[in-house]
Protein backbone atom coordinates (compact mmCIF):
# COMPACT_ATOMS: atom_id res chain seq x y z
CA UNK A 1 0.00 0.00 0.00
CA UNK A 2 1.53 3.66 -0.70
CA UNK A 3 2.05 5.44 1.91
CA UNK A 4 0.06 8.45 2.40
CA UNK A 5 0.97 12.06 3.40
CA UNK A 6 -0.67 13.49 6.20
CA UNK A 7 -0.03 16.41 7.74
CA UNK A 8 -0.97 17.25 10.76
CA UNK A 9 1.58 20.07 12.22
CA UNK A 10 -0.65 22.97 11.47
CA UNK A 11 0.57 24.95 14.73
CA UNK A 12 4.03 25.21 13.65
CA UNK A 13 2.78 26.04 9.88
CA UNK A 14 0.08 26.10 7.38
CA UNK A 15 0.04 25.22 3.39
CA UNK A 16 -0.90 28.58 2.00
CA UNK A 17 -4.18 28.70 0.40
CA UNK A 18 -5.08 28.09 -3.05
CA UNK A 19 -6.83 31.78 -3.19
CA UNK A 20 -4.18 33.14 -1.05
CA UNK A 21 -1.30 31.78 -3.41
CA UNK A 22 -3.95 33.09 -6.72
CA UNK A 23 -3.91 36.23 -4.85
CA UNK A 24 -0.14 36.71 -4.47
CA UNK A 25 0.83 35.46 -7.89
CA UNK A 26 -1.93 38.15 -9.37
CA UNK A 27 -0.12 40.80 -7.48
CA UNK A 28 3.30 40.02 -8.46
CA UNK A 29 2.74 42.89 -11.31
CA UNK A 30 2.46 44.78 -8.76
CA UNK A 31 5.69 45.29 -8.43
CA UNK A 32 5.61 49.47 -7.17
CA UNK A 33 7.24 50.64 -3.45
CA UNK A 34 4.01 51.10 -1.33
CA UNK A 35 5.70 54.91 -0.62
CA UNK A 36 6.29 55.75 -3.81
CA UNK A 37 4.09 59.00 -4.97
CA UNK A 38 3.62 57.63 -8.71
CA UNK A 39 1.17 55.45 -9.97
CA UNK A 40 2.83 52.04 -9.54
CA UNK A 41 3.32 53.16 -5.70
CA UNK A 42 -0.29 54.52 -5.00
CA UNK A 43 -1.06 50.96 -6.29
CA UNK A 44 0.78 48.98 -4.41
CA UNK A 45 0.35 51.28 -1.18
CA UNK A 46 -3.61 50.70 -2.36
CA UNK A 47 -2.95 46.82 -1.57
CA UNK A 48 -1.48 47.56 1.47
CA UNK A 49 -4.28 49.58 3.08
CA UNK A 50 -6.86 47.25 1.33
CA UNK A 51 -4.58 44.03 3.39
CA UNK A 52 -4.56 46.53 6.78
CA UNK A 53 -8.13 46.93 6.58
CA UNK A 54 -8.85 42.77 6.83
CA UNK A 55 -6.07 41.85 9.24
CA UNK A 56 -8.42 44.93 11.06
CA UNK A 57 -11.31 43.35 10.56
CA UNK A 58 -10.34 39.99 11.53
CA UNK A 59 -9.20 41.40 14.57
CA UNK A 60 -12.06 43.68 15.32
CA UNK A 61 -10.19 46.74 15.16
CA UNK A 62 -9.57 49.67 13.30
CA UNK A 63 -6.83 49.68 10.61
CA UNK A 64 -5.11 52.75 11.68
CA UNK A 65 -4.28 50.30 14.82
CA UNK A 66 -2.65 46.93 13.32
CA UNK A 67 1.14 47.45 12.04
CA UNK A 68 2.63 45.01 9.86
CA UNK A 69 6.16 43.14 10.97
CA UNK A 70 7.98 40.07 9.92
CA UNK A 71 5.67 37.83 11.88
CA UNK A 72 4.88 36.54 15.22
CA UNK A 73 8.55 36.74 16.98
CA UNK A 74 9.17 40.60 15.59
CA UNK A 75 5.71 41.58 16.97
CA UNK A 76 6.28 40.22 20.27
CA UNK A 77 9.64 41.65 20.40
CA UNK A 78 8.67 44.97 19.67
CA UNK A 79 6.43 45.14 22.40
CA UNK A 80 9.10 43.92 24.73
CA UNK A 81 11.42 46.29 23.63
CA UNK A 82 8.79 49.24 23.82
CA UNK A 83 8.65 48.26 27.43
CA UNK A 84 12.18 48.24 27.83
CA UNK A 85 12.18 51.78 26.52
CA UNK A 86 9.36 52.51 29.09
CA UNK A 87 10.76 51.20 32.16
CA UNK A 88 14.47 52.70 31.42
CA UNK A 89 16.26 56.15 31.61
CA UNK A 90 18.03 58.40 29.13
CA UNK A 91 21.02 56.44 29.45
CA UNK A 92 19.26 52.63 28.87
CA UNK A 93 19.48 51.72 32.40
CA UNK A 94 16.65 50.53 34.54
CA UNK A 95 14.47 52.89 36.43
CA UNK A 96 15.29 52.33 40.10
CA UNK A 97 12.04 53.62 40.94
CA UNK A 98 8.80 53.41 39.13
CA UNK A 99 6.91 50.44 36.79
CA UNK A 100 9.61 48.01 36.01
CA UNK A 101 7.76 44.85 36.96
CA UNK A 102 6.87 42.42 33.98
CA UNK A 103 5.16 39.12 34.54
CA UNK A 104 4.57 36.26 31.81
CA UNK A 105 3.20 32.65 32.62
CA UNK A 106 5.87 29.88 32.10
CA UNK A 107 4.13 28.69 29.53
CA UNK A 108 5.39 31.12 26.72
CA UNK A 109 6.79 30.43 23.37
CA UNK A 110 10.22 30.87 23.29
CA UNK A 111 10.17 34.44 21.23
CA UNK A 112 8.28 36.05 24.61
CA UNK A 113 10.15 33.52 27.33
CA UNK A 114 13.67 34.88 25.59
CA UNK A 115 12.72 38.16 25.04
CA UNK A 116 11.41 38.40 28.94
CA UNK A 117 14.92 36.39 30.08
CA UNK A 118 16.71 39.04 28.08
CA UNK A 119 15.18 42.52 30.08
CA UNK A 120 15.37 40.60 32.84
CA UNK A 121 19.14 39.92 32.23
CA UNK A 122 19.25 43.97 32.08
CA UNK A 123 17.84 44.46 35.47
CA UNK A 124 14.27 44.27 35.28
CA UNK A 125 11.93 42.13 37.90
CA UNK A 126 10.51 39.22 35.90
CA UNK A 127 7.77 37.39 37.22
CA UNK A 128 6.96 33.56 35.79
CA UNK A 129 3.36 33.09 36.37
CA UNK A 130 2.47 29.05 37.00
CA UNK A 131 -0.35 27.70 35.48
CA UNK A 132 -2.38 24.49 36.52
CA UNK A 133 -2.11 20.70 35.53
CA UNK A 134 -4.28 21.83 32.53
CA UNK A 135 -2.01 24.72 31.38
CA UNK A 136 -4.22 27.59 33.13
CA UNK A 137 -3.38 30.72 34.85
CA UNK A 138 -4.70 31.44 38.05
CA UNK A 139 -6.41 34.77 38.48
CA UNK A 140 -5.09 34.76 42.23
CA UNK A 141 -2.05 34.38 41.33
CA UNK A 142 -1.75 36.91 38.68
CA UNK A 143 -3.45 39.53 41.54
CA UNK A 144 -0.90 38.25 44.01
CA UNK A 145 2.12 39.03 40.88
CA UNK A 146 0.59 42.73 40.58
CA UNK A 147 2.07 45.57 42.12
CA UNK A 148 2.50 49.68 41.88
CA UNK A 149 5.24 48.48 40.05
CA UNK A 150 4.06 46.64 37.54
CA UNK A 151 4.49 47.31 33.96
CA UNK A 152 3.32 45.30 31.82
CA UNK A 153 1.84 41.94 31.31
CA UNK A 154 2.37 38.91 28.78
CA UNK A 155 -0.14 35.91 29.00
CA UNK A 156 -0.46 34.17 25.81
CA UNK A 157 -3.99 33.21 24.25
CA UNK A 158 -3.72 29.93 23.56
CA UNK A 159 -0.71 27.47 23.95
CA UNK A 160 0.72 26.31 21.16
CA UNK A 161 1.59 22.45 22.45
CA UNK A 162 -1.23 21.55 24.21
CA UNK A 163 -3.91 24.37 22.82
CA UNK A 164 -5.18 25.75 26.25
CA UNK A 165 -7.27 29.23 25.72
CA UNK A 166 -6.90 31.49 28.86
CA UNK A 167 -9.48 33.80 29.57
CA UNK A 168 -8.28 36.78 28.77
CA UNK A 169 -10.44 39.24 28.87
CA UNK A 170 -10.32 38.26 32.78
CA UNK A 171 -6.96 39.28 32.66
CA UNK A 172 -7.44 42.09 31.51
CA UNK A 173 -9.63 43.66 34.14
CA UNK A 174 -7.09 42.42 36.85
CA UNK A 175 -4.65 44.10 34.82
CA UNK A 176 -6.48 47.08 33.90
CA UNK A 177 -7.29 47.61 37.77
CA UNK A 178 -3.47 47.45 38.39
CA UNK A 179 -2.74 49.95 35.64
CA UNK A 180 -0.27 48.25 33.91
CA UNK A 181 -0.01 47.07 30.13
CA UNK A 182 -1.76 43.95 28.97
CA UNK A 183 -0.26 41.98 25.58
CA UNK A 184 -1.42 38.68 24.65
CA UNK A 185 0.68 36.47 22.24
CA UNK A 186 -2.21 35.14 19.86
CA UNK A 187 -0.77 33.97 16.65
CA UNK A 188 -1.60 30.60 17.79
CA UNK A 189 -5.81 31.74 17.87
CA UNK A 190 -6.39 34.37 15.35
CA UNK A 191 -8.23 32.03 12.40
CA UNK A 192 -8.94 29.68 14.51
CA UNK A 193 -11.03 30.88 17.57
CA UNK A 194 -12.65 33.89 17.97
CA UNK A 195 -10.49 37.29 18.71
CA UNK A 196 -11.71 40.89 19.24
CA UNK A 197 -9.38 42.98 20.77
CA UNK A 198 -11.95 45.37 22.17
CA UNK A 199 -13.87 42.76 23.47
CA UNK A 200 -10.60 41.14 25.12
CA UNK A 201 -9.50 44.61 26.21
CA UNK A 202 -5.59 44.34 25.58
CA UNK A 203 -2.95 47.13 24.36
CA UNK A 204 -0.58 44.75 22.74
CA UNK A 205 -1.63 41.32 20.32
CA UNK A 206 0.59 39.53 17.93
CA UNK A 207 -0.83 37.53 14.94
CA UNK A 208 1.61 35.86 11.89
CA UNK A 209 0.23 34.88 8.75
CA UNK A 210 1.91 31.44 8.38
CA UNK A 211 -0.74 30.29 11.12
CA UNK A 212 -3.44 30.81 9.40
CA UNK A 213 -2.98 29.51 5.72
CA UNK A 214 -0.83 33.17 4.57
CA UNK A 215 2.94 33.17 3.84
CA UNK A 216 5.45 33.13 6.15
CA UNK A 217 7.92 36.32 7.09
CA UNK A 218 4.55 38.34 7.61
CA UNK A 219 2.63 39.40 10.54
CA UNK A 220 1.20 42.23 12.52
CA UNK A 221 0.58 43.93 15.96
CA UNK A 222 -2.52 45.31 16.86
CA UNK A 223 -1.25 48.26 19.19
CA UNK A 224 -4.01 50.17 21.00
CA UNK A 225 -4.92 53.84 20.14
CA UNK A 226 -3.04 55.37 22.34
CA UNK A 227 -0.60 52.96 24.06
CA UNK A 228 3.14 53.76 23.50
CA UNK A 229 5.02 51.54 21.04
CA UNK A 230 9.06 52.65 20.12
CA UNK A 231 10.48 50.80 17.05
CA UNK A 232 12.18 48.03 16.71
CA UNK A 233 13.59 48.58 13.08
CA UNK A 234 14.72 52.27 12.72
CA UNK A 235 15.13 54.20 9.36
CA UNK A 236 12.44 55.39 6.57
CA UNK A 237 9.01 56.51 7.38
CA UNK A 238 6.79 53.09 6.90
CA UNK A 239 4.14 52.28 9.39
CA UNK A 240 3.93 55.86 10.57
CA UNK A 241 8.01 55.61 11.92
CA UNK A 242 6.91 52.34 13.75
CA UNK A 243 8.75 49.81 11.35
CA UNK A 244 11.43 51.02 9.20
CA UNK A 245 11.55 49.15 6.07
CA UNK A 246 10.01 48.91 2.38
CA UNK A 247 7.00 47.46 2.51
CA UNK A 248 6.47 43.84 1.46
CA UNK A 249 4.00 43.85 -0.52
CA UNK A 250 3.55 40.41 -1.45
CA UNK A 251 3.62 39.23 2.13
CA UNK A 252 1.05 41.60 3.31
CA UNK A 253 -1.28 41.25 0.40
CA UNK A 254 -0.88 37.27 1.25
CA UNK A 255 -1.64 37.98 4.98
CA UNK A 256 -4.75 40.53 4.42
CA UNK A 257 -6.49 37.41 1.65
CA UNK A 258 -5.71 34.64 4.45
CA UNK A 259 -7.22 37.25 7.02
CA UNK A 260 -10.74 37.52 4.69
CA UNK A 261 -10.82 33.86 4.39
CA UNK A 262 -10.05 33.26 8.36
CA UNK A 263 -13.11 35.63 9.23
CA UNK A 264 -15.24 33.94 6.42
CA UNK A 265 -14.67 30.37 7.72
CA UNK A 266 -14.19 30.65 11.16
CA UNK A 267 -17.69 28.64 12.43
CA UNK A 268 -17.45 26.32 9.59
CA UNK A 269 -13.47 25.94 10.64
CA UNK A 270 -14.01 25.36 14.44
CA UNK A 271 -17.06 22.80 13.98
CA UNK A 272 -15.01 20.79 10.97
CA UNK A 273 -11.57 20.97 13.68
CA UNK A 274 -13.68 19.94 16.53
CA UNK A 275 -15.28 17.21 15.05
CA UNK A 276 -11.98 15.95 13.66
CA UNK A 277 -10.15 16.10 17.16
CA UNK A 278 -12.89 14.53 19.05
CA UNK A 279 -12.63 11.61 16.67
CA UNK A 280 -8.88 11.10 16.97
CA UNK A 281 -9.39 11.80 20.47
CA UNK A 282 -11.39 8.65 21.03
CA UNK A 283 -10.04 6.94 18.21
CA UNK A 284 -6.59 6.83 20.47
CA UNK A 285 -8.63 7.06 23.84
CA UNK A 286 -10.38 3.29 22.96
CA UNK A 287 -6.99 1.75 21.12
CA UNK A 288 -4.30 2.65 23.03
CA UNK A 289 -4.50 2.08 26.82
CA UNK A 290 -2.86 4.23 29.49
CA UNK A 291 -2.71 7.45 27.50
CA UNK A 292 -3.13 10.83 28.85
CA UNK A 293 -4.26 14.07 27.03
CA UNK A 294 -2.79 16.81 28.02
CA UNK A 295 -4.56 20.20 27.70
CA UNK A 296 -7.86 22.09 29.04
CA UNK A 297 -11.03 19.77 28.35
CA UNK A 298 -13.45 22.57 27.47
CA UNK A 299 -11.30 25.51 27.37
CA UNK A 300 -8.85 24.25 23.91
CA UNK A 301 -8.13 25.01 20.65
CA UNK A 302 -10.94 23.46 18.27
CA UNK A 303 -7.51 22.03 16.06
CA UNK A 304 -5.31 20.77 18.45
CA UNK A 305 -4.44 17.65 20.71
CA UNK A 306 -1.85 16.70 22.53
CA UNK A 307 -1.15 13.13 23.71
CA UNK A 308 1.22 11.25 25.95
CA UNK A 309 2.45 8.03 25.22
CA UNK A 310 3.91 6.61 28.90
CA UNK A 311 6.88 3.50 28.10
CA UNK A 312 7.45 5.30 24.64
CA UNK A 313 9.61 8.12 23.88
CA UNK A 314 8.24 11.39 21.39
CA UNK A 315 10.75 12.01 19.28
CA UNK A 316 10.90 8.15 18.23
CA UNK A 317 7.25 7.76 17.87
CA UNK A 318 7.59 11.09 15.70
CA UNK A 319 9.74 9.41 13.30
CA UNK A 320 7.60 6.00 13.12
CA UNK A 321 4.45 8.28 12.03
CA UNK A 322 6.95 9.62 9.78
CA UNK A 323 7.89 6.76 8.19
CA UNK A 324 3.93 5.79 7.67
CA UNK A 325 3.75 9.64 6.10
CA UNK A 326 2.02 11.05 8.96
CA UNK A 327 3.80 14.39 9.85
CA UNK A 328 3.12 15.44 13.77
CA UNK A 329 5.68 17.27 16.25
CA UNK A 330 6.92 16.87 19.88
CA UNK A 331 7.03 19.85 22.08
CA UNK A 332 10.68 18.73 23.30
CA UNK A 333 12.67 21.27 20.65
CA UNK A 334 15.02 18.61 18.84
CA UNK A 335 15.11 20.96 15.91
CA UNK A 336 17.41 22.80 17.96
CA UNK A 337 19.89 19.81 19.23
CA UNK A 338 18.50 19.89 22.27
CA UNK A 339 15.85 16.98 24.07
CA UNK A 340 14.65 19.06 26.94
CA UNK A 341 11.20 17.65 27.69
CA UNK A 342 8.31 20.57 26.72
CA UNK A 343 9.04 23.60 29.12
CA UNK A 344 5.06 23.62 28.97
CA UNK A 345 4.44 20.00 30.39
CA UNK A 346 6.83 20.28 33.18
CA UNK A 347 5.26 23.60 33.98
CA UNK A 348 2.12 21.91 34.48
CA UNK A 349 3.44 19.30 36.17
CA UNK A 350 3.72 16.48 33.94
CA UNK A 351 6.61 14.49 34.89
CA UNK A 352 9.83 14.37 32.37
CA UNK A 353 9.27 10.88 31.78
CA UNK A 354 5.39 11.36 30.40
CA UNK A 355 6.63 14.58 28.67
CA UNK A 356 9.61 12.73 26.39
CA UNK A 357 6.57 10.67 25.65
CA UNK A 358 4.35 13.05 24.18
CA UNK A 359 2.97 14.10 20.61
CA UNK A 360 1.09 17.40 19.05
CA UNK A 361 -1.75 16.91 16.64
CA UNK A 362 -2.44 19.76 15.34
CA UNK A 363 -5.09 19.70 12.43
CA UNK A 364 -6.63 22.02 9.67
CA UNK A 365 -8.33 22.65 6.16
CA UNK A 366 -7.45 19.61 4.21
CA UNK A 367 -7.06 17.30 6.79
CA UNK A 368 -10.03 14.25 6.23
CA UNK A 369 -11.81 11.90 8.56
CA UNK A 370 -9.76 9.17 6.63
CA UNK A 371 -6.80 10.81 7.23
CA UNK A 372 -7.53 10.27 10.99
CA UNK A 373 -8.76 6.93 10.97
CA UNK A 374 -5.63 5.70 9.14
CA UNK A 375 -3.64 7.18 12.54
CA UNK A 376 -5.72 5.73 14.90
CA UNK A 377 -5.54 2.39 12.53
CA UNK A 378 -0.98 2.97 12.70
CA UNK A 379 -0.40 4.06 15.59
CA UNK A 380 -1.48 1.52 18.05
CA UNK A 381 1.24 -1.00 16.87
CA UNK A 382 3.79 1.15 17.05
CA UNK A 383 3.00 2.34 20.52
CA UNK A 384 3.09 -1.49 21.54
CA UNK A 385 6.02 -1.94 19.96
CA UNK A 386 7.87 0.66 21.64
CA UNK A 387 6.14 0.09 24.90
CA UNK A 388 7.75 -4.12 24.39
CA UNK A 389 10.86 -2.63 23.92
CA UNK A 390 10.93 -0.53 26.85
CA UNK A 391 9.81 -3.14 29.02
CA UNK A 392 12.60 -5.65 27.49
CA UNK A 393 15.59 -2.69 27.99
CA UNK A 394 14.28 -2.04 31.55
CA UNK A 395 13.93 -5.59 32.61
CA UNK A 396 17.25 -6.56 34.84
CA UNK A 397 20.03 -7.64 33.26
CA UNK A 398 21.20 -11.43 34.33
CA UNK A 399 24.51 -11.24 35.65
CA UNK A 400 26.91 -13.78 33.79
CA UNK A 401 25.06 -14.72 30.73
C1 LIG B 1 2.49 31.07 20.18
C2 LIG B 1 3.48 31.52 19.15
N1 LIG B 1 4.03 32.73 19.23
C3 LIG B 1 4.90 33.18 18.32
C4 LIG B 1 5.31 32.39 17.27
C5 LIG B 1 6.31 32.92 16.30
O1 LIG B 1 5.68 33.37 15.14
P1 LIG B 1 6.53 33.58 13.78
O2 LIG B 1 6.89 32.22 13.30
O3 LIG B 1 5.60 34.30 12.86
O4 LIG B 1 7.70 34.41 14.16
C6 LIG B 1 4.77 31.10 17.15
C7 LIG B 1 5.24 30.20 16.06
O5 LIG B 1 5.36 29.01 16.25
C8 LIG B 1 3.83 30.65 18.12
O6 LIG B 1 3.30 29.44 18.04
Known sequence: ?????????????????????AAIIEDFETFGNASSMHA??????????EARQAVGELLGCPAGTVIFTSGG??????????????GSDAHGKVLSRGRTGIIITAIEHPCVLNSADYLKSLGFPVTFLPVDEYGKIGLDDL???????????????????????????????????????????????????????????????????????????????????????????HGGH????????????????GLGKAAVLARQHLAEYMEEMRALRVRLRDGLLANIP?????????????????????????????????????????????ASGSLEPSHVLLAMGVGPELAHGSIRFSMGWGLRREDIDYIIKTLPPIIARFRAMSTVQAAPRKVGV
Open 290 to 334: DIKINGHPDDVLPNTLNVSFPGAEGESILLALDLSGVEVSTGSAC
Open 1 to 21: MPVPHIYMDYNATTPLREEVK
Open 143 to 233: KAALNEDTLFVSVMMANNEIGTIQDIAAIARVVKDAGAYLHSDAVQSVGKIPVNVEDLGVDYLTMSAHKIYGPKGIGALYVRSGAPLFPLI
Open 73 to 86: SESNNTVFQTMRRL
Open 40 to 49: DGRRAHARVE
Open 238 to 253: QEDGFRAGTYNNIGIL
